[in-house]
């Protein structure tokens, strides 16, 4: 199976501030890799699919890059409906994984 | 627009089995795999396996292997997943997520609303 690692686990950050997660797959994944937004007590939102491709409807403020092992999501100016856990997920393989997440606060 | 709506909240005794629906509309049902994810209270995600819901054809997370089932009922549209032998570490609420395809990506593109499932004597 393919582990995917998130980093932080965890971040404070301002409203306005340019935040960036990282994620990391055991193995390539080329351009595989999905981002989804969850809310308390909410499913999760697809934010971002193929590594760097906006779903419709999600705000350009959120962009994704990478290849292969190692990807970004970029919140460039973070507002007060962002605060959520984020979570990576890797689609190049069956079983399909996901990052432990990412839980971003308000500080 | 597409919908997954989901079966309501259960609570079952260890040992017992818990089936959980998944009925779509908005879209054409054979069309695009179902999966089931599910997420432990405070704990993240979980990929159980998915059904191609044209075939019938499943694939299933080892960890689950043996005691998850997923079906579909394609004239009215839905998917299930049934899971047998509970503990209380299978305490969690469970997702169906639709995969949808673009460009040869696969991604989970719409999700039901979750169904709490409690495990408790």
């Known amino acids: 199976d393919i582990q995917m690692t998130q980093s932080p686990s965890s971040l404070s950050a301002f409203v306005g501030d340019r935040v960036t997660i990282t994620c990391r797959a055991s193995?390539?994944?080329?351009?595989?890799l999905n981002w989804y937004q969850q809310k308390p007590g909410k499913a999760p939102k697809l934010l971002i699919y193929a590594a760097s491709i906006l779903q419709s409807g999600v705000p350009s403020r959120f962009s994704g890059s990478g290849s292969g092992t190692d990807f970004t999501l970029t919140v460039s100016s973070l507002q007060p409906e962002d605060f959520a856990t984020y979570y990576c997920q890797q689609s190049y393989n069956i079983p399909r994984t996901f990052g432990q997440g990412t839980k971003v606060e308000i500080k | 627009q597409v919908q997954l709506e989901q079966s309501g909240a259960e609570v079952k005794k260890p040992g017992a089995s818990v089936k959980v629906s998944c009925k779509a509309s908005?879209?054409?049902?054979?069309?695009?795999?179902m999966h089931w994810v599910r997420q432990a209270p405070g704990q993240g995600l979980e990929w159980m396996g998915r059904?191609?819901?044209?075939?019938?054809?499943?694939h299933y997370a080892q960890k689950f292997q043996g005691r998850v089932t997923m079906t579909r009922d394609t004239s009215i549209s839905t998917a299930y997943m049934e899971l047998s032998r509970l503990k209380s570490d299978d305490t969690a609420v469970y997702y169906c997520?639709?995969?949808?395809?673009?460009?040869?990506?696969?991604?989970?593109?719409?999700w039901g609303q979750g169904t709490l499932v409690t495990v408790s004597s």
């Open positions: 193995q390539s994944i080329s351009d595989y």
């Open positions: 997520a639709k995969e949808g395809l673009q460009l040869g990506q696969y991604y989970f593109d719409d």
């Open positions: 059904i191609n819901p044209n075939s019938g054809d499943t």
């Open positions: 908005g879209y054409t049902f054979t069309d695009y795999y």
